[in-house]
DNA sequence: AAGGTGACCGGCC
DNA sequence: TGGCCGGCCACCT
């Protein structure tokens, strides 16, 4: 199934549970092109076309919702997060080594 | 076809 | 984790 390197970021966007966030590095790593993170985000860009993919779940490897900054409201992205039992400060979300889960690698 | 761009990451101080 | 720099790769104009 090869589709556009945005599906497979959506692909695994979609897989994440509820109640968990992962990074952009962990999506990349999961299609097998861990340097091309920044893709994802630009992958991510894209997903405001999709209402599936849940871009408030991912954010960068320091737990910071870097992509805030491009939902509609300020904290919107927060909101969703908090929404789903995830604890966010100044953007930073709290026990990131809890919530983060990481992508089935699909090789 | 070439260049610019970006919601990043990892390494170093 | 704070800041800076280089690399990396697909998408857009």
Redesign the pocket.
């Known amino acids: 199934m090869e589709e ?3 599906e497979r970021v959506y692909t695994i966007a979609k897989q994440i549970p509820i109640g968990r966030v992962t ?3 962990a999506i ?1 790593r999961a299609l097998g ?1 861990a ?8 992958a ?5 076309n999709r209402d599936d993919v849940p ?1 408030h779940r ?1 954010v ?4 910071l919702l ?2 805030k ?3 509609e409201g300020t904290n919107l992205m927060q909101q969703l997060l908090e929404n789903e039992g995830i604890q966010v400060v100044d953007n930073q979300i709290m026990d ?1 080594d809890k919530v983060y889960w990481e992508p089935k690698i699909t090789v």
């Open positions: 556009n390197f945005f990074s952009y590095g990349a092109t340097r091309s993170a920044r893709m994802v985000g630009w991510m860009n894209a997903s405001h871009a991912v960068n490897r320091k737990g870097s992509g900054h491009h939902f990131f």
